[in-house]
């Protein structure tokens, strides 16, 4: 009988790890108790003993509150359902990862769980049989199933508050399902509807440059060693309209501002499907600025020196109207500042792509090079080096693009701010942004505005 007890206790130890980072009382989140009963009952049916099944659900509960710990503090959010899309991220960059979370807490759950199950497989007697273990495979299902079932009044709909509210388990199953039933309206009401723009002859040449972690540090930390932008600066001088650029998210999840700058969709417009939109929302198409400007007779290139599948861009990106997608394979040969393909090929593909179109082109291009984990002994150090090589790559762009034959119209911004020491307390998430005509300087005009107000800024500059 001690394993019958031992079991679930081992499986409450985890989830009470998980309870205490997301701020829920035990007696708050009573809710709980039927999806950590659900997992373990699963593994039970997996191990047929119930210890190990404790050993089991325990130490995967244990992983759930070192990941949503290791989020919090680095990206300043918690675990939402929508983030087990990413697992296979984890798999395929770990190093994009797992040094955010440490690896020695990983490594020592890791160890204890492969020792405790070698000794517990050799020292537990099996408790279940056959018909046994299915009936608790059976059960387990069933209790996973009722989050589901939270009254939608208990429910704000933020992971933050419903995590701290009803328990972390009952939020990431309740918002899954919730986001699932409402997926298909909402994926209805945003298809491709728009008509084309009316442009002026010779239609620019357009060129969204979403920057990695790029940020104008000088004067909002307390480092004196802030960047100097020298390219930006002589953009900003010249450009249409520039300012401070709202996104939604800090430190990482490029992908929310990506989508609302292609989309001009509001975060309101996906609902919970809003935490990460290529995760099954973009799956289908959306109507975009891609779409509006390849009925106006655009070609549509995305460039990214990256793996395609991340994110799933190599289906989203089709999706959301590019008739071509460039990614880490187009860069074979390319120069990298350590793992990632150097902003300076970026930049001198994109002038390339751009000479050689025949007609006006839309090119959207993801840099990466100054992507984190920062590794030098002094983290904003190595960003901000970084940083300057991607504000030399904008001048020399600037200069290709001025000797077009046709014009081009750049609009750069920064996706978040990096997450380092120096930005972790920071009110202001904003990152900058700005918009640049090759054939008709501005004076550098100030207006602060959205991701999601990229799409209209770029067509008013397509006409300037």
Known sequence: MTGWLAGPLAALAGWLAWARVAGAAPWRAWRDAAPV???????????????????????????????????????????????????REVLRHPHLYLPFAGPLPLAALAALVGAGSAGLLAAEPGGLGWAGRAAALAAGAALLAFPRLA??????????????????????????????????????EAAPADPPPSLPDPAPHLVLLQLESFWDARGRTPRADAPALPGWDALAAQALVRGRLAVPGFGANTMRAEFAALTGLPEAALGLDALNPYAAFARRPVGSLAHRLAAAGYATLALHPHDPRFFGRDRVLPALGFRRFEAEEAFRGAPREGRYVADAAL??????????????????????????????????????????????????????????????????????????????????????????????????????????????????????
């Open 37 to 87: 009963g659900g997992l373990w009952l699963l593994a039970l049916g997996a191990a047929g003993r119930p210890l190990l099944a404790g050993l089991w659900a325990g130490a995967a509960l244990a992983a759930l509150a070192l990941a949503d710990a290791a989020k919090r503090r680095a990206l300043r959010e918690p675990l939402h359902a929508l983030d087990g899309a990413l697992l």
């Open 151 to 188: 009254p939608a009044a208990a429910l704000a709909r933020d992971p933050a508050l419903d995590s701290a509210r009803i328990g972390p388990a009952t939020t990431l199953l309740a918002h899954a399902a919730i986001a699932r039933a409402e997926r298909r309206r909402r994926q209805a």
């Open 347 to 464: 930049g001198e593909a994109i002038a390339a792509r751009l000479a050689e179109s025949a007609g006006p082109a839309f090119l959207f291009a993801i840099s990466i090079a100054a992507h984190g984990p920062w590794d030098a002994a002094d983290p904003f150090a190595d960003w901000a080096a970084r940083i300057a090589r991607t504000d030399s790559m904008l001048a020399r762009l600037a200069g290709a693009a001025r000797a077009l034959p046709r014009p081009v119209v750049l609009l750069a911004w920064g996706d978040h701010l990096p997450s380092l020491p120096e930005t972790a307390a920071l009110p202001d998430w904003r990152t900058d942004w700005l918009a640049w005509h090759s054939a008709r300087p501005g004076r550098g005009a100030l207006r602060d505005i959205a991701a999601a107000d990229i799409p209209a800024e770029a067509l008013a500059a397509l006409s300037a």
